[in-house]
């Protein structure tokens, strides 16, 4: 088996393709040790001590490096933990635990919306899963939408988008961009949590 690595515009992060399907849909994110405990592979790989996030999308696993690590050592340990994961065709999940959730339950909508703007809600995630996911995921990452309320869209930045330094300008610039031209009700993007 050959995993392909791709850097990601997050420099701590790297981008990790198996070469076969990771998650059958949706995405995962695990941000600290005891979240990883859901996935014996999340875990193996916070086990090394130098991990503080992992993300599993359709076709890849993002990882993000603790400060100071460098990849040259970390990059070899991750593809072992991968190699031996697929090699042993263990299962992503641990039994009984929530496997595809994008969306952690703490984190869920962190604001209450209106249900008169249901179509405007629609138009944004419409939005969100056919022009900004694609590329987001691209870069090893994904984008949850927390909510909607009085023209400001709230997203979270996942994986390794998740503390990248180009995530404020992706929102700002970009994504809301986007939002704003599509769709005129939409007068700003916030980054949520």
Request: with cysteine; net charge negative.
């Amino acid at each position: 088996m050959f995993i392909e690595t791709e850097t990601t515009p997050n420099p701590a992060s790297l981008k990790f393709l198996p070469g076969q399907q990771v998650m059958p849909s949706g995405t995962r994110e695990f941000a600290s040790p005891e979240a990883a405990e859901a996935s014996p592979l999340a875990q193996a790989l916070f086990d090394t001590g130098e991990v503080v996030n992992v993300f599993f999308g359709g076709d890849f696993i993002s990882v993000t490096a603790a400060p100071g690590v460098n990849w040259s050592t970390l990059k070899p340990q991750v593809l072992s933990i991968l190699l031996d994961h697929y090699a042993s065709q263990a299962p992503l999940f641990a039994p009984g635990t929530a496997a595809g959730i994008s969306v952690p339950p703490e984190a869920e909508m962190q604001v209450e919306e209106d249900p008169a703007d249901k179509e405007i809600i629609e138009q944004i995630n419409d939005l969100l899963d056919e022009r900004v996911r694609p590329a987001v995921a691209g870069d090893g990452g994904d984008i949850a939408y927390r909510g909607y309320k009085d023209g400001v869209v709230y997203l979270t930045m996942q994986g390794a988008c998740s503390g990248c330094p180009s995530s404020t300008a992706t929102l700002k610039h970009g994504i809301e961009g986007l939002l704003k031209h599509y769709i005129p009700e939409v007068t700003e993007v916030r980054a949520a949590g």
